[in-house]
């Protein structure tokens, strides 16, 4: 057959023709509405589906189908009754439409459109609420997941139920336009992204609401990342939302529902004593995938070799007398030390010529018996076990994952970082979130270091213990707490709370929250007084977080629950009461008001998704001949990030030259001083001699290197003071330690030698 239009690598048509993206951000809670355009152009009736991610923690709230001037809207029905309702539909010659969530993972989603008519075109519309996550620099991250990479299927594991068809980025056959419009109590100082953006409008003269739009010419190589500052940021908020009026009086959607955020300030006297002790677990991803470039500007970094200069700084920066361990995981797993070992010169050097050696070579993405492994390992006393998991987060198993994490999660804190684009947020943020520690996502052109360094700041803050949640509430008033309890508190990250309010109170009553923790043994507590008033137009976004969490909870309870039926019948009541999706439910249209029937055997035409590990390559195919052979199926199961070139080699990387901040530091000592020595000299851009010349008589070899390193680290390079922070004070300890006499003298001399003017108060000697 002739074919004209778009057209899949496999030649077939593509109905699907382009996605609209419209984005409300109402201070830290985000409402997405996506509307896909599909129109028939070929001869026969046909049924498109189309496999794509979302963020693994959004609660999708409507789905409705556009046919013409008819609007149909979807009902959430248990799972598998949809999808006899959808087959039965399509046999009997009738339009339907089903969304469904995977079994597996809660950031894939499918989309069927069925029984499309030759010539007619329909518009679906997909809406769903997200929270947004609190970044390092204050910002909130929203992400519109582009990229959904092959997810990895552990071999004795039941073959995926979505399979994913895709193309390079560069050939996908559809546009996508993105807008967003921003309001907070508090002004919009900038809006930032990894793609490009026209500039930001303000609607108002305070600058409390802005838009701002995707430039065209997208080029699906990457997701779509916002993030978002405002002026005095992060300020403790409860906003109540009246329930809906339609809805039975006692239940989650017809009481009132709060959420409360919460952001403890913790005393800066506890802060300025970092935890020296700890096992420091590091386990690294070295599938194939992680051979990709980390983004894709010109200096082809890749993931794997990010990740080794990560763990360089990180073995760096550990305090002396910690333990500490190496794994790395593809199909199989490996372990630099056969249990973890004391933190010293020796095992520091050892574990660096390990980490050297390493390539992404271990195949698929199986991370399940490395961690069974790890959490097999007895715990060793007074040293707090910290988990730091690095991975681009391909795997097709992500519940049990996030399960194995939940049932360890009492003898560990987990933190989890997502490398480059389509790295799984269900897997990276559950991680996280069940193991009590914090997600990053390393994206665009992102360093990985800085995120990574802020980690290890937060597993180097004391353990919060004793955390309780109380509530002063008007007599008559009585609430229901929804979200988990709360297990772990950092600086300056927020807490969320979901609770529904019953019984009866004044519009102008008050209600208060106050948390209560111990850190350090310093008990400390943080309160909020709100209004009982419910805010006015903020629809139903509240109820529909409070339902996802609460679905998310009983999700996960139905995997260790004998009586998983009983729990997964309350899930689908709740699924279906709230209108929110979940693993357990589907969203299902049939228009039942078409009379004519459809005749014909249905055309199955699958959607493409770009594929980054074809992007990421400078192989370039002149022909999607090559492409034909590998079927969908195969590209699930398969986890590469380039295709071979025709001799079957990867094309060879450009070797980046060596950062200097990484050149220096990888000379520390485990103790945290440097030795005088000619490397040191070529690290700070001298030659030895003058180097030695300008070391002044009384001073030590070791103080008068290390206060030149600290002067460098100062002079040049403190626009990535969060990479050095840590290993510059364990430096400033070591110096201490020495009782040096000539300590103003190696400043003043280092100063001179290197053009600097860094004050001694600065170095913190």
């Not at 990053?440 to 995120?451: V, Y």
């Not at 805010?535 to 998983?564: P, W, Y």
């Not at 450009?654 to 220096?664: G, N, S, T």
Request: hydrophobic share 35%.
């Amino acid at each position: 057959m002739d074919c004209c239009g778009l057209l899949t690598l496999q030649k077939e048509p593509v109905p699907l023709k382009s996605i609209e993206v419209e984005l409300e951000v109402r201070d830290h809670v985000a409402t997405v509405v996506s509307t896909l355009n599909y129109e028939n152009k070929e001869d026969k009736p046909l049924e498109a589906v189309f496999v794509f991610p979302l963020p693994g923690d959004a609660a999708v709230c409507h789905f409705s189908a556009q046919i013409g001037q008819t609007q149909i809207v979807a009902e959430v029905k248990e799972k598998q009754k949809a999808r006899e309702e959808y087959d039965d539909a399509l046999s009997s010659g009738q339009q339907a439409f089903l969304l469904e969530e995977s079994d597996e993972s809660p950031d894939i989603f499918s989309l069927r459109v069925g029984s499309l008519p030759p010539g007619e075109s329909a518009s679906i519309r997909l809406e769903y609420v997200t929270e947004l996550a609190v970044q390092a620099d204050d910002g909130l991250r929203f992400c519109l997941p582009g990229v959904l990479n092959p997810r990895y299927q552990p071999q004795d594991s039941e073959d995926p139920l979505f399979q994913v068809t895709s193309v390079p980025a560069s050939l996908v056959p559809y546009s996508l336009s993105f807008s967003a419009r921003v309001s907070s109590p508090r002004p919009v100082s900038k809006v930032e992204s990894n793609c490009s953006l026209d500039p930001l409008q303000y609607l108002n003269t305070d600058q409390t609401q802005a838009t701002v739009k995707l430039a065209t010419g997208h080029k699906f190589d990457r997701d779509v990342e916002l993030l978002i500052y405002y002026k005095d940021a992060h300020q403790p908020t409860a906003v109540v939302e009246a329930g809906q009026a339609s809805a039975e009086p006692g239940s989650l959607m017809g009481d009132p529902v709060v959420m409360v955020s919460l952001y403890p300030e913790f005393p800066q006297s506890v802060m300025s004593s970092m935890a020296s002790c700890g096992e420091f677990v590091f386990l690294m991803d070295r599938s194939g995938s992680m051979d990709c470039a980390t983004n894709n500007t010109e200096q082809k970094e890749t993931r794997i070799s990010s990740a080794k200069d990560t763990l360089l700084l990180l073995l760096k920066s550990l305090p002396m007398g910690c333990y500490f361990n190496i794994y790395s995981f593809g199909s199989s797993y490996e372990h630099i030390f056969p249990k973890s070992v004391e933190y010293g010169e020796k095992t520091m050097e050892e574990a660096l010529k390990k980490v050297e050696q390493m390539k992404a070579d271990l195949g698929g993405t199986e991370i399940l018996e490395s961690l069974k492994h790890i959490y097999s390992q007895p715990c060793i006393p007074t040293q707090p076990r910290q988990l730091f998991v690095f991975t681009d987060g391909e795997v097709g198993n992500t519940k049990e994952v996030i399960n194995l994490v939940k049932k360890n999660s009492g003898s560990h804190r987990c933190f989890s970082f997502g490398i480059g684009e389509g790295a799984s947020s269900a897997l990276i943020n559950g991680m996280a979130k069940e193991g009590g520690g914090h997600a990053q996502f390393i994206t665009g052109t992102d360093r990985m270091q800085p995120k990574v360094m802020q980690s290890l700041h937060f597993s180097l803050q004391p353990a919060v213990e004793d955390v309780s949640v109380t509530w002063d509430l008007p007599k008559g008033s009585t609430i229901t707490v929804l979200s988990p309890p709360i297990t772990s508190l950092f600086q300056g990250q927020r807490s969320l709370i979901y609770a529904q309010l019953t019984g009866q109170s004044s519009e102008a009553a008050e209600g208060c929250v106050t948390l209560k923790y111990s850190l350090a043994g310093h008990p400390s507590e943080n309160q909020l007084h709100f209004s009982l008033r419910p805010a006015a137009d903020s629809g139903l976004i509240v109820h529909r977080l409070a339902a996802r969490t609460l679905i998310c909870l009983l999700e996960m309870e139905a995997e260790n629950n004998q009586e998983k039926e009983e729990v997964k019948k309350k899930v689908v009541q709740l699924s279906v009461q709230s209108g929110v999706s979940s693993s357990f439910t589907a969203f299902i249209v049939v228009n039942s008001d078409n009379n004519k029937e459809i005749q014909g055997p249905l055309l199955h035409r699958d959607i493409p998704m770009p594929d980054v590990y074809r992007s990421c390559t400078s192989f370039v195919c002149d022909s999607a001949a090559m492409f034909e052979e590998i079927e969908a199926e195969d590209r699930c199961l398969m986890d590469f990030c380039c295709l071979y070139s025709m001799d079957g080699e990867f094309p060879p990387a450009k070797k980046p030259l060596r950062d200097p901040l990484l050149q220096l530091v990888s000379l520390q000592k485990a103790s945290g001083c440097w030795l005088l020595d000619p490397a040191l000299a070529a690290a700070l851009r001298k030659t030895n001699e003058e180097v030695e010349k300008s070391k002044p008589e009384k001073a030590s070899s070791e103080v008068w290197a290390t206060i030149l390193a600290l002067i460098w680290l100062h002079g040049f390079k403190m626009d990535a003071k969060d990479e050095w922070e840590l290993l510059a004070a364990k430096a400033v300890s070591w110096l201490s330690a020495q009782k040096a006499p000539s300590v103003t003298e190696c400043v003043e001399a280092g100063n001179i030698l290197l053009g600097c003017s860094v004050q001694k108060t600065a170095l913190g000697l």
